[in-house]
């Protein structure tokens, strides 16, 4: 097995140790930051996000992998850093003002993190001005939000409305989620994307940012 | 003799209390509310400011455990009792607070509006095994700062049952408490009298958010009952296993129970929770698992061994329509949580994880709940000794349909559910129409809203709680709400 796919075996079984030390390998033999990246890293984690979701894994079995993802990613930031290879992404993510349920948020930066993005967590009960500012201060190109309560919804149209007035639109998306809220709802208050669970937005952020 | 189950040995439930006890004083709480954590201070606990914990000691949690009342009462709309809440008496109340509504007529669901709220005011008005009514879900069209004031509102001007609710903000805990003293008149009748039982809920794990613990105070200083919801849910935010969910649920509300008995020592609490296991498959928090009725009834245990009446998220269902997964959960828990004698049983009419109720289901739980309510008056002796001359009478006509005994001891002995769960026989059920199960109880729901009738409360009260509550939606902007209009 070449090291490219040992690495990829390693993160799809949530070896984090192993990964760590096969990628510090790879880069010792020579080969590039960037494949390592996208052929075992991304990719062990597609194959990961793919068997979750037909119910052949289950999320702690994610949550490993996401955690050998981050080991990996250790050995490779600098690296990447040093070649000016940007990151996949960065999102800013919390749960909007007067909501403080955070546990599928949190699960949501989880995966997040898992499959490469860099995430700004910037918790509960978040004014929609502070998404915004983040977003802009940080150069993040999507901002995710969360809400639980029915009552706390409409704090979502705020900042997607926030957004669009600061004209930051064209560089920032948003995608919305959690219980109360829905497809329809997200197109009504012109977020760009919704997840329904927290795998799901993994996949919306991905088709975010590469649109 | 009344049938009971239980899952934990004394020895276990002192092991679990004892574990609970020094995870409070050595790891601690956080507390996310400065009045709170200084009036801990001021009893004795050591404040970590750096992290906002709070180690509450032995000692305190026994003065606390002293204070607590080990029984109370509610009281209906005009102050008759309804509820004794002691010993292993139960009581159903609908589950709340449901995010949606099922439609009957599309089968799909529906953000609720004033109309649907009024609609399930006039369903569990006329339920008789569903004690208490809550505020089950909020209505979207007020504005939001007022929808669960509002959603009280409603509950009085509609329905006499005592309500369990809760509110959303610190806020909106003020207008909630007039809401309640323009009923009973003054601060001291509303204590005499509960009318109300406020859901209050730690964060998993071992935390407390300002607005949830502020509500705790709040209702502590006016005596308005609170039932702590500790939502450990395990395997996620709390142990995988179920005896290291009940440490922490029991860390979570000896730490409310604290909070409350050292605000105004003798407030009534129920020793309550809303605890599930994770699907780690679905990332979901089923309420219908038998793992999570296993820990309803084992914390219900502990509330018991320590003295204190309980309360339980659990005769409801994950699924998302009015079938047989709906009634199979919803009777396993409200059967259970009977069994061990949950003192409050909250669930009835609600499916999806808490977050949608159906009309229809309230309709067919309040039947299972009535069968429920008949089996754990268990079985008794009724003029049976001696035999022989009951079977004497039998053998003489053969039958003993219209005996004295008979007459006397059916009605106490046998309870009828109907008109939702079906007895008929093939040919007559045939014949009345062979309708489903779902359509019976939809024609109930329409027949309990037709013959509904308003509750009589006096005119000052009335006019009092309207204007109560137009003040409060003119402060968010709404000049006319919407419950004119119907
Ligand atoms: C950025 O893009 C995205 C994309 C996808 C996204 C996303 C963002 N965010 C989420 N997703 C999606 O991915 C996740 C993973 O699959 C999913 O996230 P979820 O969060 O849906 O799923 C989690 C993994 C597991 N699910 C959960 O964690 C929520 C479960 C339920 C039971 C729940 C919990 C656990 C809690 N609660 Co509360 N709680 C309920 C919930 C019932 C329900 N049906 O949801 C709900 C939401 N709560 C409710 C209420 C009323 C309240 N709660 C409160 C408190 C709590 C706890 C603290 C006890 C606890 C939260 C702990 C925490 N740290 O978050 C209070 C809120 C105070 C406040 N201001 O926020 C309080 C007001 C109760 C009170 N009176 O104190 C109800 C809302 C009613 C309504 N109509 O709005 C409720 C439906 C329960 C009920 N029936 O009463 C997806 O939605």
Redesign the interface.
Known sequence: MSVLAEIKDGLVCGDDERVSELTQQAIEQGLSPQEILSESLIGGMTIVGERFKE?EI???DVLLAAKAMHAGMEVLRPLLIDAGIPSIGKVVLGSVQ?D?HD??KN?VGILLKGAGFEVIDLGNDVAPQSFVDAAKERGASVIGMSAL????M?TMAKVVDLVKERKLDSRIKTIVGG??VSEMFAREIGADAYGF??ANAVDRVKSLTTA | MRPVVKFLSDELIEKIVSEARSILATLGIEIHNNGIVSMLADHGARVDTGSGRVFITDEIVDKALKAAPRSFKLFDLFGRETHDLSGYNVHFTPGSAAINVLDYATNDIHRPTTKDYVDYMKVISGLGHIASQSTAFIPGDVHQNISDSYRLFLSLMHCEKPVVTGTFTIDAFNIMRDLQLAVRGTKEELAAKPLTVFSCCPTAPLKWSDVTSQNVVDCALHSIPVEYISMPLSGFVAPVTLVGSLVQHTAETLSGLVISQLTNPGTPILYGGSPAIFDVRYETTPMGAVETMMIDCAYNEIGKYLGLPTQAYIALSDAKRLDAQAGSESSMGATLAALAGVNNISGPGMLDFESCISLEKLVVDNEICGEVLRMVRGIEPKEDFPAIPLFEELLKDQHLLISKHTRKYLKDEHYFPGPAIDRANRSRWQEEGGITLRERAHEQVNKLIADYVPPSLPEDVRSELTSLMDKEARRYGMDRLPHYDL
């Open positions: 119910h289950f999320l702690p007067g403080l546990i599928g699960l309560l029915t009552t706390t409409p219980a109360p669970d927290a």
